[in-house]
């Protein structure tokens, strides 16, 4: 099993270059993408309460733990989802919020390896 453990700098560096080879987070010019854009939340809801807000400008991102979240889509509810050292998914959560089933997904996406993440089995 591939285990690695990051620091919270070294995540936020990678994470940065993750979006910054995103085809649409590459776009954001106002402000243009980089790790500053990307907000630690303490507990799962306050990521929670961030993602249900809409109309976030692209390139914003919400980190908890080791799972970041980034807008894709200008004030839209697109976010590219990266564990670790790489992105597998594109989430769009206010649905999933909504019917509150938020809670449940971001515990898979903790609990899943990374096997099961790039296959979205999770």
């Not at 590219?80 to 997904?105: A, P, Q």
């Amino acid at each position: 099993m591939e285990m690695h453990t990051y620091t919270e700098r070294q995540l936020l560096d990678i994470w940065e270059t993750i979006g910054k080879q995103n085809i649409w987070i590459a776009e954001a010019h106002d402000p243009p993408f980089e790790k500053t854009m990307l907000d630690k939340c303490y507990t799962p809801e306050e990521l929670q309460s961030k993602l249900a807000h809409d109309n976030w400008c692209l390139g914003q991102g919400f980190y908890y733990q080791n799972l970041c979240f980034i807008n894709q889509s200008d004030g839209g509810d697109e976010w590219l989802t990266i564990k670790d050292n790489y992105d597998f998914e594109s989430i769009s959560f206010m649905r999933i919020i909504k019917h509150g089933k938020f809670m449940n997904l971001l515990q898979r996406l903790l609990n899943a390896t990374k096997k099961q993440c790039i296959k979205l089995k999770y």
